[in-house]
């Protein structure tokens, strides 16, 4: 891909993807002409899925969207993400107030850091009560979460509540 094409970083622990992030992901790279899906990861904290399990369930999610490539870094700051991918914006969703609040310190820092901007999709209400943790403790007590997230998704995850040491 040429360094003339729009690229943007869609970053996130994705712990695992749930269909907010699905819709947002989809949404940029309609947007852009390549999305890189950046899993970042902190290698001392263990999550419910590895890196490779959040890439693959990633993959899964995102088949039928071409100009995705999901990428996994450790330890490293999303600026830098940006440079080695020659990424020019940032892009996340926001469900809510709380979410702008907490994106706009982060987003201002990451400006600074290296003037990348960062992109705000509205995220569709349809997910605006989704987030991954959520996702997990509702699974964990025998909640619904189909439609919430991939199907796949909640198969590895029901699976892996009734094997917490399976890989
Ligand atoms: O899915 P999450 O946990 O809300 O994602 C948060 C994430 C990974 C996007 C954020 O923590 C991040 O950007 N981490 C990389 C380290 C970094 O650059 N920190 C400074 C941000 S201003």
Redesign the pocket.
Known sequence: MSSQQRRCVC????DPVTMGHVDVITRAATLYDEVVVAV?HNNSKRGTFTVQERMKLLDMALVAVPNVRIEAFAG????DVCREAGAQAIVKGLRSDTDFAYEL??AL??RHLSGVETVFLPGDPRFGHVS?SLIKEVAAFGGDITGLVPEGVRAALLARLQNPEGS
Do not use: A, E, K, T
Not at 11 to 14: E, Q, T
Not at 76 to 79: C, D, F, M, P, S
């Open positions: 970053p996130g622990s994705y970042l490293r700051l999303l600026v310190p982060m820092m990451n991954s």
